[in-house]
Structures are given as structure tokens and as C-alpha cells.
């Protein structure tokens, strides 16, 4: 059995962690629209649909944009 080597040696993919970071997004907003679904209009929000990049590159947002 191979184990990763210690020291900082990880690797982080940014589009992987912000795909990740909007689909949580989604099940946040899809928990708390009370059993209906989501509109196409409020995935669009969730997922910042049209908005421009934030400058700094990352996919920003402080969480909680959830759309009802």
C-alpha cells in the first residue's frame, strides 16, 4: 500500500474546488425551497448566471445566495 508523502506536497485543482463549492451552493438552495424545484431562474441566481468574474480569480461568493 502506497502512501501520499508528507510535506505540503498536495495539489489543488481550483476548478475542481469551485464546482464543488457551487453544487453545494445548489443543495443549499434545492434544501431550502421546501420540496418545490428550483425554477430555472434560481439555479441561474445561485450559480451567479451572467455576473462578471470577482477580481481575484477565485470563484468568491460569502455562501448563503440562495434562491428560493
Same mark, same amino acid.
Given at each position: 500500500?502506497?502512501?501520499?508523502?508528507?510535506?505540503?506536497?498536495?495539489?489543488?485543482?481550483?476548478?475542481?474546488?469551485?464546482? /464543488?463549492? @457551487?453544487?453545494?451552493?445548489?443543495?443549499?438552495?434545492?434544501? $431550502?425551497? +421546501? !420540496?418545490?424545484?428550483? =425554477?430555472?431562474? %434560481? /439555479?441561474? @441566481?445561485?450559480?451567479?448566471?451572467?455576473?462578471?468574474?470577482? $477580481?481575484? +480569480? !477565485?470563484?468568491?461568493? =460569502?455562501?448563503? %445566495?440562495?434562491?428560493?
Amino acid at each position: 500500500m502506497r502512501v501520499a508523502p508528507g510535506g505540503g506536497t498536495a495539489v489543488q485543482d481550483h476548478v475542481a474546488l469551485a464546482e /464543488i463549492e @457551487l453544487c453545494g451552493e445548489l443543495i443549499i438552495a434545492a434544501s $431550502a425551497a +421546501g !420540496g418545490e424545484r428550483l =425554477s430555472m431562474e %434560481s /439555479i441561474d @441566481l445561485v450559480l451567479r448566471v451572467g455576473e462578471e468574474p470577482e $477580481a481575484g +480569480g !477565485g470563484p468568491g461568493g =460569502s455562501g448563503g %445566495s440562495g434562491a428560493q
